[in-house]
């Protein structure tokens, strides 16, 4: 098994991270500066993916900070957005954020039970239904909103808070609503997901795995067959010497690349087969 945790990568954003544990702003669109080159929110994705968990230290002090934010005794430093309620969506990206790393936070565990009851009710006639949705979300939420909209919920805040809170039902009704969400997944794949990327080496596909490692979190029973044309297609898409290569444009600086260097073919490659092997094995249906 590949490790990345020692990766240049890696040494350079926690070089970054600052005493309270953050990177500065939190959000991903929050514009960073050369003062603050890159976000918490983008420190934290890019850790997790080259092999970081709770039991690393820069790990420990960002959920720190994020639990800190999260109960009120500090807050994030972007600026309030007026689009939707700024403050439901702060607690859901901080709740969001503290359990892909730890599930052992009330708070972050509280939100994610109201958005699975939220969720719950949209799809309990086994179909997304808007009216139920947004009736759930107005009662548990204590709205009308302070502003703006309400938030999507094919997003990657909701899709990744409630992967191990909702019941087999819903679980299966939600997963076929984001493959068939025209929009794919919010911050993560903005095309439809039942429909395969055109071409497996680029950015786009590699985007499109994300979102497909996304939807892999959900254990409950029958979502990961609904998963099996994936694996088909990245069966289908390795290299006659049973290797994966999704080529030099899959590099974007936050899931490509994992090694120091793609200058060696090889290193690509190993990179690749590295991820994708480890999602068809997540998508096992015995796993």
Wanted: proline residues 3%.
């Amino acid at each position: 098994m590949a490790d990345y945790r020692n990766s240049k990568w890696a040494s350079e954003i926690i070089e970054l991270q600052k005493d309270d544990g953050s990177w500065g702003y939190f959000h991903t669109l929050s514009n960073p500066s050369k003062r603050n080159p890159i976000t918490t929110e983008q420190a934290l994705r890019r850790l997790e993916i080259l092999g970081y968990t709770i039991n690393d230290k820069p790990i420990i002090k960002a959920v720190s900070y994020m639990q800190d934010c999260l109960a009120g005794k500090k807050s994030i430093p972007d600026r309030r957005e007026k689009l939707h309620d700024w403050d439901i969506f702060t607690a859901l990206m901080l709740s969001t954020w503290i359990r892909r790393f730890t599930k052992n936070d009330y708070n972050a565990n509280d939100i994610a039970k109201k958005w699975a009851e939220i969720i719950s009710h949209a799809f309990e006639k086994g179909v997304y239904d808007n009216n139920l949705y947004v009736d759930t979300y107005k009662k548990v939420h204590g709205l009308p909103p302070k502003g703006g909209r309400l938030l999507d919920l094919a997003t990657f805040y909701q899709v990744s808070l409630v992967t191990d809170s909702l019941d087999d039902k819903t679980a299966s009704a939600f997963m076929d609503y984001l493959l068939q969400n025209q929009s794919g997944i919010y911050y993560i794949y903005g095309k439809q997901l039942s429909i395969l990327p055109q071409t497996f080496k680029s950015k786009e596909a590699s985007r499109y795995i994300a979102a497909i490692e996304l939807l892999a979190e959900y254990r409950n029973p029958g979502c990961k067959e609904k998963l099996m044309f994936v694996v088909d297609w990245l069966e289908s898409s390795k290299e006659h010497e049973g290797y994966w290569d999704m080529g030099t444009t899959a590099k974007d600086g936050i899931r490509f690349p994992l090694s120091d260097s793609w200058r060696k073919k090889e290193l690509r490659v190993k990179d690749c087969t590295y991820r994708i092997s480890k999602l068809i094995k997540k998508l096992e249906i015995s796993g």
